[in-house]
């Protein structure tokens, strides 16, 4: 049976690695995703040259010529309906949605956070987590809903907080984690073999290895 490949559009602001992480799993042509577009609030983001220079469709929506939020998420949708997308992966994308556009893409929207959620939701998680002195750190792919940084974890990964970590050190410890499970999660989340229950994703793994918990060695 031939599935259709869920047309994918990846929201950026920045430097977009976890979109090229995202790009280069969905280039296996069984992946269950394939990225349609690459769209970003930020017309100089370098993500967007990235994508650009690979040969995919890229779009800037600048939210800073929009009067307001239901403006900007008005081109916002309008592009991604003229890219037939049935998926989209948040990845670094530095603004927030309103509960509105969340809610229409409810269950077809997923996030990447660096941090373990429920804790450190929000910014500067590495700061946070290293003034707290916890041993554990991590990152979180997760169903978007209206509420920030909550939402159905579809895939979470660990690293250790080691004695002589900056935000920097740490960050870079999570964020090579980050690259492993997001392309797990979009796979999961579009290939149907998970689903919703209540505020948990739940599924049944072929070989029990799809839902994991990742602790590295430390480096
Ligand atoms: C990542 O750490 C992601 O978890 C967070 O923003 C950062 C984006 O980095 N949401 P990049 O643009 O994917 O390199």
Redesign the pocket.
């Known amino acids: 049976m031939i599935v259709r490949r869920k047309r994918t559009a990846i929201l950026?602001?920045?430097?977009?690695?976890?979109?090229s992480s995202l790009i280069a799993a969905a280039r296996s042509p069984d992946f269950p995703a394939e990225i349609a577009l690459v769209l970003s609030n930020r017309p100089d983001a370098p993500?967007l040259a990235t994508a650009k220079s690979q040969g995919l469709a890229t779009a800037a929506v600048d939210h800073k010529i929009y009067a307001g939020r239901e403006a900007f998420e008005g081109s916002l949708q309008a592009m991604l309906d003229a890219h037939y997308i049935d998926f989209i992966c948040l990845?670094?994308f530095m603004r927030l949605l309103t509960a509105s556009f969340v809610e229409r893409w409810r269950g077809r929207m997923i996030?990447?956070?660096?941090a373990i959620l429920p804790s450190y939701k929000g910014l500067h998680t590495h700061e946070r987590a290293l003034a707290d002195g916890v041993k554990i750190h991590g990152?979180t792919v997760h169903f978007v809903v209206p509420e920030m940084d909550s939402g159905p974890i579809i895939a979470q990964s660990a690293v250790p907080v080691l004695d002589y970590d900056t935000p920097d050190t740490l960050?870079a410890r999570?964020?090579a984690q980050?690259h492993i499970i997001y392309p797990l999660a979009l796979e999961l989340a579009t290939s149907e073999r998970v689903w919703i229950d209540g505020n948990r994703v739940v599924g049944a793994a072929k070989d029990g290895g799809e839902r994991r918990l990742v602790v590295p060695e430390p480096d």
């Open positions: 950026i602001s920045g430097r977009g690695s976890n979109m993500g990845a670094g996030n990447i956070h660096p990152c960050g999570v964020l980050e």
